[in-house]
């Protein structure tokens, strides 16, 4: 940013909305969840409940990085193998 606030360079502001959001974040986090089987009695274990909201957070920032915020899509037939692939950072 210049000293008058205008973008410089290839950077631009992205501007996205709270509500949006967390909605990308739980989006993640239940996708990875379900992914893998998950339910309730697995809330207690820490470590989990962490890699979970990791992937969450992952998700949202893949999101608003790129133009027109779409979230990251799988294909139909892909199921659990896209989601590990995305975990792994693939």
């Known amino acids: 940013m ?3 606030g205008e973008p410089t360079g290839d950077s631009a502001p992205i501007l996205v909305g709270g ?8 989006g993640g986090v239940l ?3 379900t992914s893998r089987g998950l339910g309730a009695a697995q809330l207690t ?14 998700v949202a920032a893949r999101t608003v990085a790129q133009a027109g ?4 899509r799988l294909p139909a037939t892909a199921g659990r ?10």
């Open 2 to 4: 210049s000293s008058a």
């Open 19 to 26: 509500e949006a959001l967390y909605d990308l974040v739980a």
């Open 31 to 33: 996708a990875w969840w």
């Open 45 to 58: 274990r820490h470590e989990i409940v962490v890699e979970a909201a990791r992937f969450g957070a992952a």
């Open 69 to 72: 915020a779409s979230p990251p």
């Open 81 to 90: 193998r896209a989601l590990h692939a995305a975990d792994r950072g693939q």
